[in-house]
């Protein structure tokens, strides 16, 4: 075999010449398509669906090339590796951007009705939903897009429709008048987990409220004004004395002028504010607990935007809830009844896609009943038969499934699933099915849309179209998530699949880390600190952007990400494309035959191939942990050290010399070593090594790296022998560079070695003195430490290399002092700087530990000079 007749290589790697040529010769070939073949395991992951809103932002860089590590390295393995790629149409993300595009033309949704307003969701769909995908693309991942789904496809659409069909003969699914989460942006119902708290410094007003038939008052705390237009009610605690003689009595409710009871009620914290609270229960979901235990009546004061209706006096009607509460609190003060206002840090709920405060809010809904659903899928996480990593999120899991309410699963959207009921006209009687009732024209159906996640939640059984592929594609073997849809997604496809599908829909959970700035800060849009990708990608190429930010990311912790990172990944790029690129123009007329595999081996070429099977024991033993972050840190020493720092610069010898045989064995080798190093790379990059594994050789037309197979795990090749003299030499080698370097002795300079040890063989001899310039080697047991000398010891091996002639040694000693002068000055500066409690105490955090970092710093140099100095005594 020859290598490919190449006349011109490039001296750079340059990533845009070959990213978008490689993808677009994968897709033509259909590499990643996967179909039915008993012959083989199947491997499975279907991707968190994107929303069709969504741009491609660095946590889906990490989330995808993970799961593309892990497609890549299993179809390597020779199974039948099977991606399903996808989106989701995003209920209320959608329509919030199909509403703000209308309102620019001029249109308004209700002018124009559903059926119109759907038929722009689905143009905007088109035009904009498929962004995401082809922005996936570019990452290099190896999907399967002829099995691309839609939330909203035809198959999916009917599938999340029978399954709400099923569930409410079954009993599971209600509709009820109940207190939901309100989104006042969106003007829909949400789940508690689309619910974000934050500290918000607000106020805690101190309302006097008079006590009929009485001189007295009773005073209230409250964090929100303007709710208490609603009140039906005020609590006290039965044990607390203040309150006795009160409860049963009424209070005259200022402003609305409502008579309304005091009573006792045992959930009141006696330390709260004054110890009475007042109650609204259609706005509060405490209030309403404990109004449904006392019979109040429930008043409903605001508008689905949260502006007020009329309920309210009139003076406070459609007005704003914020410009309400304003006015609530000067009139009391303008009543003599606002007794103090004091500052207060309140947990306040927010829309996660409105971004606005959430209303408790009473409304008729439809809920999914939890108990049955949960109780299995809480089973199967703590049975360990679905894994978690890292592991500590079981805990988090299965507080919140123990803890789980029904799901409200209804949303006042129009784009999405429609639920499937209807109502007739005059009985009011429930039709539910997936077909319409035929006599549709004496029905209505109900207006509202499923929560999003109320169709995704059957993603990894329902992506696949026939009980066929079902049954050989699921369950999935790995799941690829954020942590924050741990309750969103994953718990309910645990439901999902162990209900309908009777088992768990995957077999591990990698839960990604969170991506920070390097100030520790979210990445986010409004604070400017998340790069585009794409931009990156242009920058530094794809791989390198996939190496580094797995690099980066230990599993479990958070990630403290820049642009300037992926240096790591690009360097390491340009470091495997020199290799290549060595062993191609040395490869040139070079005859390689298999039979040279075996010949002219010296310990190095043993050492190698035994370094190379321990790297893979490791690397296979740390993907299958689910050890990414490790599975990098494997490869990068194996690349960057053993073969490109070592392994080639040991085998330059042989590589120049005479013997056409012994080149010819060499490169051999070293071309398939190389072959192989590309195999291993290639699921975290895979288009430098598939653009290096086709310059090695002439491949046929439908030939792929990605579809070859992973080198063979071969313990007998593992050679401790050759590894510990390769180690020797490298240590030695180490050691003499870092003696030069400290010893200012210039590079062109020969050295006298001297070894005392019991023995070194011929051939590392001859390495030592080919990688450090020696002029000759004495070895021996008794060797006695010559005069000013410089030394160390490795492996139990002592060296020495005399410094005459090398150096001035007075210079030397002269400049040594001088520098250690200099240290010890400066030492006393940064001493006198921490030992002043006053710079210590008011100095920031970060200033004081890199005063602390130089001193550590400048003690490790005085150290390291002084024993240099000592040498030349």
Not at 253 to 266: C, K, M, N, S, T
Not at 673 to 702: C, Q, S, Y
Request: glycine content about 4%; some cysteine.
């Amino acid at each position: 075999m020859k290598v490919k007749n190449l006349d011109n290589i490039p001296k750079a790697y340059n990533p845009n010449d070959v990213e978008d040529k490689w993808y677009k010769y994968w897709e033509e070939n259909k590499f990643y398509h996967s179909e039915i073949d008993e012959t083989k395991e199947a491997y499975t992951i279907v991707i968190p669906p994107p929303n069709i809103t969504g741009i491609l932002h660095i946590g889906h860089i990490l989330n995808n090339t993970i799961q593309d590590v892990y497609i890549r390295y299993k179809r390597m393995l020779g199974f039948n590796a099977c991606w399903v790629p996808g989106t989701d149409h995003a209920s209320i993300a959608t329509e919030s951007k199909v509403i703000a595009y209308l309102k620019e033309q001029g249109v308004d949704k209700w002018d124009i009705g559903r059926e119109e307003f759907l038929k722009h969701c689905y143009q905007w769909k088109e035009k904009y939903g498929g962004i995401i995908i082809s922005q996936l693309r570019k990452l290099g991942v190896s999907c399967d897009w002829d099995r691309e789904r839609f939330t909203m496809d035809d198959h999916y659409y009917r599938k999340v429709i029978e399954t709400f069909v099923d569930l409410y003969n079954k009993g599971l699914i209600y509709r009820g008048y109940r207190m939901v989460n309100w989104d006042p942006a969106s003007k829909s119902a949400i789940s508690d987990e689309e619910v974000i708290f934050k500290p918000v410094n607000g106020k805690l007003w101190y309302f006097k409220y008079p006590v009929k038939d009485s001189e007295e008052f009773v005073t209230v705390a409250t964090t929100r004004p303007e709710t208490m237009l609603g009140d039906t009610g005020v609590a006290v605690n039965p044990k607390d004395e203040r309150f006795k003689h009160l409860v049963g009595k009424k209070i005259i409710l200022p402003i609305v002028g409502r008579e309304i009871p005091i009573f006792a009620d045992e959930y009141v914290e006696m330390e709260f504010g004054t110890g009475a609270v007042k109650i609204t229960p259609a706005h509060d979901f405490n209030d309403y607990e404990m109004g449904k235990r006392n019979k109040l009546e429930l008043i409903n004061i605001f508008n689905e935007n949260a502006s007020t209706n009329e309920n309210v006096p009139k003076e406070f009607q459609n007005l704003d809830r914020f410009d309400v509460r304003k006015k609530v609190v000067a009139k009391f003060e303008e009543l003599g009844l606002l007794e103090k206002i004091e500052d207060y840090t309140n947990n306040v709920g927010y829309s996660q896609r409105g971004n606005v405060p959430i209303e408790p809010y009473l409304s008729e809904q439809w809920f999914m009943k939890m108990e049955e659903l949960s109780a299995p899928a809480l089973k199967v996480v703590k049975d360990g038969d679905i894994k978690f990593h890292p592991p500590h999120w079981v805990k988090t899991y299965e507080h919140w499934m123990s803890n789980i309410r029904d799901w409200c699963i209804s949303r006042q959207l129009w784009w999405g699933h429609r639920i499937p009921v209807w109502y007739h006209k005059e009985t009011k009687e429930i039709y539910c099915d997936v077909e319409p009732p035929k006599d549709i024209e004496n029905y209505v159906q109900d207006d509202d849309v499923l929560d999003t996640w109320a169709s995704s939640w059957l993603w990894a059984q329902d992506v696949f179209k026939t009980e066929e592929e079902q049954k050989y594609y699921y369950p999935t073997d790995l799941l690829v998530t954020a942590p924050d849809i741990i309750f969103f997604w994953v718990a309910r496809m645990i439901m999902a699949g162990l209900h309908y599908m009777g088992d768990i829909p995957f077999k591990d959970v990698y839960f990604t880390s969170t991506i920070r700035d390097m100030q520790g800060r979210r990445m986010s849009k409004s604070l400017g600190n998340s790069p585009d990708p794409l931009e990156v990608i242009e920058d530094y190429g794809a791989d390198a952007l996939r190496f580094s930010i797995n690099y980066v990311a230990p599993l479990g912790q958070d990630v403290l990400f820049s642009i300037e990172k992926c240096e790591i990944g690009r360097n390491f790029a340009n470091k495997i494309w020199n290799a290549g690129r060595f062993l191609l123009m040395n490869a040139q007329d070079v005859e390689m035959k298999e039979e040279y595999l075996e010949k002219h081996l010296d310990f190095t070429d043993k050492w190698i191939a035994s370094r190379l099977q321990s790297t893979l024991t490791q690397l296979y033993k740390a993907l299958d942990s689910y050890d990414i972050n490790g599975a990098t840190k494997i490869l990068y020493r194996f690349v960057w050290n053993d073969f490109c720092d070592w392994y080639l610069e040991l085998s330059k010898n042989r590589l120049y010399s005479d013997d056409k045989e012994i080149k010819a064995a060499v490169i051999t080798r070293s071309i398939k070593l190389f072959e192989d190093m590309l195999k291993i790379v290639h699921p975290f990059m895979p288009f430098i090594t598939e653009e290096l594994w086709n310059l090695i050789a002439e491949r046929k037309d439908g030939e792929s790296i990605s579809i070859s197979s992973m080198p063979e795990l071969d313990s007998s090749k593992i050679d401790k022998d050759a590894e510990d003299e390769i180690e020797f030499v490298q240590s030695v080698v180490t050691a003499i560079r870092n003696i030069r370097g400290e010893m200012n002795i210039a590079p062109s300079k020969e050295i006298k070695l001297i070894l005392k040890t019991a023995k070194v063989s011929e051939v590392q001899e001859a390495y030592i003195k080919s990688l450090v310039k020696v002029s000759s080697i004495e070895v021996g047991e008794e060797i006695t430490k010559p005069k000013a000398c410089a030394s160390a010891v490795v492996k139990g091996c002592e060296i020495f290399i005399p410094l005459e002639g090398l150096i001035d040694l007075e210079v030397e000693k002269a400049r040594l002092n001088k520098e250690i002068k200099r240290l010890e000055g400066m030492l006393i500066g940064v001493n006198k700087k921490l030992s002043n409690e006053k710079f210590v105490n008011n100095a920031p955090d970060e200033v004081v530990e890199k005063e602390k970092a130089k001193k550590a710093d400048w003690e490790n140099s005085l150290t390291k000079l002084k024993t240099i100095l000592n040498e030349f005594s």
